[in-house]
């Protein structure tokens, strides 16, 4: 069974400095990892994704993530956080093996970012 | 634009009562899923579909049905069944069902017991 761990409810950074969102996984095999960012009453948005090659995977609005096999992880990091940023964060991931193509989200952490 | 689209944004069931939520795609996706987000747990996979007339269900089906007659269309129905049915709803939908593809989402539908 796929499984995403995100150990924080919520993470506050002020404006201007680097934030990390972190994301730690658990598959059989090799994985598909995403990230999704959602707005208050709104579905949630696509920001990234690694499916191979290089782990450093740039995004939307300036997000990237760090895939880490090692330590299966792939944390959402940014160098600069805008006010605009405060939402919710969603890690995912999928089995490359898997015969559905189920994503496993984990619990969300919301950004607080503040002047 | 392509997209998916669901409705409506709110909707207030009634004790007893069923209600069934809309979601349609004209992306040409082949799978579409339900899934159902309450604060603090994330999201929980309801059903699912990848191909029309065929349909799984996934973690939390119970109380729950869906239909897939069409490739756009994957309604839910919420029934009289699931006693705790207040929670945001959350429709998407993947290209294929295989493949590094990450899903595309409608906008949700808010349930209320009222």
């Known amino acids: 069974a796929q499984s995403v761990a995100q150990p924080e409810d919520q993470v506050n950074v002020a404006e201007g400095n680097p934030l990390t969102v972190k994301c730690t996984y658990s598959v059989s095999g090799n994985p598909y990892l995403f990230w999704y960012v959602q707005y208050p009453n709104r579905g949630l948005q696509f920001l990234l994704k690694y499916i191979t090659g290089d782990n450093l995977v740039k995004g939307s609005y300036g997000f990237e993530a760090e895939f880490n096999k090692s330590q299966t992880s792939f944390h959402l990091k940014k160098p600069s956080a805008l006010v605009s940023d405060s939402a919710l964060y969603f890690c995912a991931v999928r089995d490359v093996g898997g015969t559905a193509s189920k994503l496993t989200f984990g619990t969300g952490t919301r950004l607080q970012v503040t002047l | 634009d392509g997209g998916i689209t669901q409705s409506p944004k709110y909707l207030f069931r009634k004790e007893g009562q069923n209600v069934t939520l809309s979601c349609e795609q004209n992306l040409n996706h082949d799978a579409m899923y339900w899934y159902r987000q309450d604060p603090g747990q994330g999201l929980r996979l309801i059903y699912y579909?990848?191909?029309?007339?065929?349909?799984q269900k996934g973690d939390i089906a119970e109380g729950y049905s869906v239909s897939r007659e069409k490739k756009e269309s994957f309604p839910l129905t919420v029934t009289s069944a699931q006693k705790n049915p207040t929670a945001f709803y959350l429709c998407?939908?993947?290209?294929?069902?295989?493949?590094?593809?990450?899903?595309?989402f409608g906008s949700g539908t808010r349930l209320t017991v009222v």
């Open positions: 579909s990848q191909i029309v007339n065929d349909f």
């Open positions: 998407a939908s993947i290209r294929e069902s295989t493949g590094g593809y990450g899903y595309t």
